[in-house]
């Protein structure tokens, strides 16, 4: 009974490791992703701005 304990809790403590790794990495790529959105949408104001301001 010990050893299947043991193993189990090895078990769980690996998932539980490389799971909460991958939701961080997860949560990082989404935030990176909102960011180079944003971004571009700023890029794109600022050209239109600067297209109607300057006419070129």
């Known amino acids: 009974m010990l050893a299947v304990s043991k193993a189990f809790s090895e078990t769980f403590g690996l998932i539980a490791t490389f799971g ?7 949560v990082i790529l989404v935030y990176v992703a909102i960011q180079v959105r944003g971004e571009h949408q700023q890029n794109e104001r600022y050209r239109a701005e600067r297209q109607r301001r300057f006419g070129s």
């Open 20 to 26: 909460g790794i991958g939701v961080v990495v997860n």
